[in-house]
């Protein structure tokens, strides 16, 4: 509808975790898949998703220690864990850094789960998608949908420039999150529809609070829990609420009650006291989560439901909530039901296989780093870093044997048109322009690669660039400023 990972998918915690806290509600299944998957798309995509070590302090008042140490027993071991360490305990006055916790924190736990670039996961998975022959559409609304004689006849518009198609399919998934009722309403006509629940949840950013790479899961006097998170190497991440949401998912923003939540939150577990004046950035979404009746939000389950219904010998499978963590294996739970609908088409392969510049072949992401700032030593660190976490070993591809900057900061020596991704689109890299070239309609992801053209930082032209497409889509210039242009995990839909 608007662009890929406009939608909740930017506006995560960004963790790929199994969630400690379901436990306290018996979801093993959820917890034991969540976990499993951990590891499968660590292997994936190691450049956009790593291992991270989160400190869950411990006082009085809490949940009994005994509690919290079986949950971490049971999280360590339910869950395939080869490359992740388990769990230890923490004594605060041992840590060799400062911890930024108040002193009144003495001691706590250790435990593993991962980090991930929330919208670079989605952009990744359509590019391996395109790669392998989808025919993909951003900024493209279904607006009606009947079926008969075994087809589904589909209306989609072009919210750019207004395009109508119709497409013809023998089965339907509505993978819409937070829209799939309206979905249903609207184009489908499925009258009273009410399978999610709209759970908003809010995130700020602050300044970098504290030094280190560990996360800190805390738990508020209400019982809730929140994530203190070192983001983009010079903030720190903070979230999230969990409120009903009670209005469309197309309008979705932080409240200030939200605000003060949060900040009240953190400052009751950080030595640096946290206000609204802090913070340099938010973010909110919202979690379509399966309407399973509970009474509080927070208690609502995390797990995904699919209905799959034929209708005048059609398929239409329906996906109500999920989470970032379980979309492989609730991607392959979606093409059995198409399978067994439409005849098998093959194994599952997905588990093994890597998403596009996730080959990298060394162990960590600094020994990719400093890969990448061998071969090109004339970048800077940071944007070195920047472009092993966005782009993995396609940098090389992109790069070639480029071997210096000239005065101006133009790359030279490039082979000028480079293959992005399985040569979905073509970058030409010229020594004093940098221009966009289209190579397949089907991908008319005229602002997804804005954003790749963006995360990139190709030094002087950049700016003239942004602006020049952005006067193309008749939008004002959307250039990124200051911790915009830092927070691309949430690319370009950010309005400052
Ligand atoms: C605050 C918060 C924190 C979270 N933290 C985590 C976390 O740390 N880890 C984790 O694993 N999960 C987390 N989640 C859950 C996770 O983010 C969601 O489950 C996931 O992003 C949902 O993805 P989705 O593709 O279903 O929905 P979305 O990402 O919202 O995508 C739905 C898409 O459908 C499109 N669409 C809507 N209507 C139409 C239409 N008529 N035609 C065509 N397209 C349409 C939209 O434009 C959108 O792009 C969190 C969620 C929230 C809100």
């Known amino acids: 509808m608007n662009d890929f990972a406009s939608g909740t998918s930017s506006s995560s915690t960004k963790l790929i975790h199994g969630g400690l806290r379901y436990l306290e509600h018996y979801k093993f299944r959820l917890v034991q898949e969540s976990l499993k998957e951990r590891e499968i798309l660590l292997n994936m995509a190691p450049h956009i998703i790593w291992p991270m070590r989160f400190i869950l302090p411990h006082t009085k008042g809490m949940r009994p220690r005994w509690l ?20 230890s305990n923490v004594n605060f006055a041992n840590q060799k850094t400062n911890s930024p916790l108040k002193d009144t924190f003495k001691s706590g736990f250790e435990y593993s789960d991962c980090w991930v670039d929330d919208s670079r996961l989605v952009i990744l998975n359509a590019v391996d998608a395109a790669s392998k022959g989808a025919s993909l559409r951003n900024y493209t609304k279904v607006t009606n949908a009947t079926s008969s004689n075994g087809l589904w006849t589909i209306s989609t518009k072009n919210s750019l420039n207004g395009k109508v198609e119709i497409v013809k399919a023998k089965a339907f998934v509505n993978a819409s999150g937070p829209w799939v009722d309206e979905v249903l309403k609207e184009s489908f006509k499925v009258k009273d529809s009410k399978n999610v629940r709209l759970v908003r949840g809010s995130h700020i950013v602050v300044n ?21 998170i070192p983001y983009e190497d010079n903030f720190t991440l903070i979230g999230t609420t969990d409120i009903d949401h009670g209005k469309s998912a197309d309008q979705v923003k932080i409240s200030e009650q939200e605000k003060s939540y949060i900040c009240e939150s953190a400052s ?8 609204t004046n802090d913070i340099v950035w938010s973010y909110s979404g919202v979690r379509p989560l399966y309407d399973d009746g509970a009474s509080i939000a927070q208690e609502a389950t995390r797990d995904y439901v699919v209905s799959a219904k034929e209708y005048d010998y059609s398929l239409m499978i329906n996906i109500f909530g999920g989470k970032i963590t379980t979309y492989r294996r609730l991607s392959e739970t979606i093409l059995e039901h198409i399978e067994n609908f439409l005849g098998k088409r093959g194994k599952s392969w997905t588990e093994n296989s890597r998403l596009p510049g996730g080959e990298i072949k060394v162990a960590t992401l600094s020994e990719f780093e400093a890969k990448l700032k061998n071969k090109y030593s004339f970048f800077t660190n940071e944007l070195i870093r920047r472009l092993a976490r966005s782009y993995g070993e396609i940098s090389f591809d992109i790069f070639g044997d480029a ?23 073509t970058n030409t890299i010229g020594q004093s322009e940098f221009s966009l070239k289209w190579t397949d309609p089907d991908f008319s992801a005229q602002q997804s690669a804005f ?17 020049s497409l952005a006067l193309q889509l008749d939008e004002p210039p959307r250039g990124p400023k200051t911790i915009q242009e830092r927070a691309y995990s949430s690319p370009i839909w950010y309005t400052p």
């Open 68 to 87: 919290l140490r079986l949950g971490l027993a049971i999280y360590d071991h339910l869950g395939y864990r080869k490359i992740l360490p388990g769990t």
């Open 403 to 425: 071997d210096s900057l000239d005065a101006s900061g133009n790359l030279t020596a490039v082979g000028n048109t480079v293959e992005l991704s399985s040569g979905r689109y």
């Open 268 to 275: 009751s577990y950080l030595k640096q006291e946290i206000t």
């Open 208 to 228: 970098k609070l504290y030094e280190g790479d560990k996360s800190y899961i805390c738990q508020n006097k209400d019982g809730r829990i929140f994530f203190i």
């Open 451 to 467: 954003y790749y053209v963006r995360v990139l930082q190709i030094p002087t032209p950049r700016n003239g660039l942004l602006d």
